[in-house]
């Protein structure tokens, strides 16, 4: 792949992904590499933040699949992303230094779901306990089982997003 072709396939992505975000009013975070670090009930809170997460991953997935429908129309090869969410407190705020300053979130919530993500396969939407105990009632889900976490003695139980519940995405 050209560098010129990688780089125009990534903003096209990026731009189709942030609309789904925003549309969900999640904060974009940043950029890393070829991920999206998104926050939602920051710096705005909102009591449905696990929900409208969840809701957004679904409908990422969704615009994704028209993506890739255009793309192998081209003739090109189609792309996957897996998803990780976790619900849970977190440090909100401007971190760096006077040359260089970014709004982002830390704490053991954000490796939670930064280690879902990474775990997570082609097209998963994986999320951690504590988002799956707010969001229960609106999609369906499957228990996959726990992960280890490095530097943690306990395990997190993880599971599977395979859509919402009759209703359950309004």
């Known amino acids: 792949h050209l560098p010129e072709e990688v780089i125009k396939t990534l903003n096209e992505y ?3 992904m942030i609309d789904v975000i925003f549309r969900n009013e999640g904060t974009l975070d940043k950029f890393i ?3 999206i670090m998104v926050i939602f009930g920051a710096p705005l809170q909102m009591s449905d933040h696990p929900l409208r997460a969840v809701k957004t991953a679904i409908e990422m997935q969704s615009a994704l699949e ?3 429908q255009r793309r192998t129309s081209e003739g090109k090869e189609p792309i996957s992303i897996g998803i990780g969410i976790n619900s849970g ?4 705020g401007n971190v760096g230094s006077e040359k260089k300053v970014e709004f982002t979130v830390v704490g053991d919530s954000v490796n939670i779901a ?7 396969k082609k097209g998963q939407i994986l999320i951690g306990k504590n988002t799956y105990k707010r969001v229960k009632d609106y999609i369906t889900a499957k228990k996959l089982g ?5 530097g943690k ?3 997190i139980e993880i599971y599977e997003v395979k859509g919402f519940t009759a209703g359950g995405g309004k």
Do not use: H, P, W, Y
């Open 14 to 16: 990026f731009a189709m």
């Open 33 to 35: 590499g070829d991920c």
């Open 66 to 68: 028209d993506f890739n």
């Open 89 to 92: 407190e977190a440090i909100v």
């Open 114 to 120: 930064s280690r879902l993500e990474s775990n997570s």
């Open 146 to 150: 726990c992960i280890e976490m490095k």
């Open 153 to 155: 003695t306990n395990q």
